[in-house]
């Protein structure tokens, strides 16, 4: 069964970091694009953060310099670093599967890993 | 920056054909990806490619696209069918983008 599995999400200071981790099975995960995708309570989805299978990245300007995403094929996961970070960072994050090459979109998701920036 | 718009809310009773639009400038030239996420789940691809529809996905559901504007429809709605659901692209610089979401109310 092709799974994603997020953790490190958790509460966390305004300024403080936190590294999220996502764990793949079911497929050959060095083959494919991967995001970060979080979406804050009661809002929509925003894209965050993605990598490729050559370990190029991509961020949002809202993410860019604060985030960094990184991947370890050799154990099928995927991260986001996580800097600085504001209360508007506040959201469950998601980790999603690219369907396709970059421009694509997102066919396999994760159940999300909530983080709180609060004091 | 770009931007995908798309209405707040859609309001359909069951068996009627609902119709959600995603506008944005880049359509033209990218493809659209359609997802739907339910309460307290993750989302859920429906359509891709604008117009394909993944395996598992009921026939109800299809997308087309004209111009700036992309649609998903779904005919004969079903109760399940009630969510919200979310447009997506990406521009030619690698970084990708959701519409706000459009809530789906089933009458």
């Known amino acids: 069964e092709v799974q994603l599995v997020e953790s490190g999400g958790g509460l966390v200071q305004p300024g403080g970091s936190l590294r999220l981790s996502c764990a793949a099975s079911?497929?050959?995960?060095?083959?494919?694009?991967m995001h970060w995708v979080r979406q804050a309570t009661g809002k929509g989805l925003e894209w965050v953060s993605a990598i490729g299978t050559a370990g190029d990245t991509y961020y949002p300007g809202s993410v860019k310099g604060r985030f960094t995403i990184s991947r370890e094929n050799a154990k099928n996961s995927l991260y986001l670093q996580m800097n600085s970070l504001r209360a508007g960072d506040t959201a469950v994050y998601y980790c999603a599967r690219a369907s396709g090459p970059q421009g694509g979109g997102m066919d396999v998701w994760g159940q999300g890993t909530t983080v709180t920036v609060s004091s | 920056s770009y931007e995908l718009t798309q209405p707040p809310s859609v309001s359909v009773s069951p068996g009627q054909t609902a119709r959600i639009t995603c506008s944005g400038d880049?359509?033209?030239?990218?493809?659209a990806y359609w997802y739907q996420q339910k309460p307290g789940q993750a989302p859920v691809l429906v359509i891709y490619k604008d117009s394909e529809r993944p395996s598992g996905i009921p026939e109800r559901f299809s997308g087309s696209s004209s111009g700036t504007t992309v649609t998903l429809t779904i005919s004969g709605v079903q109760a399940e069918d009630e969510a919200d659901y979310y447009c997506q692209s990406a521009d030619s610089s690698g970084t990708y983008k959701f519409g706000g979401g459009t809530k789906l109310t089933v009458l």
């Open positions: 880049a359509l033209p030239k990218q493809y």
């Open positions: 079911g497929f050959t995960f060095s083959s494919y694009d």
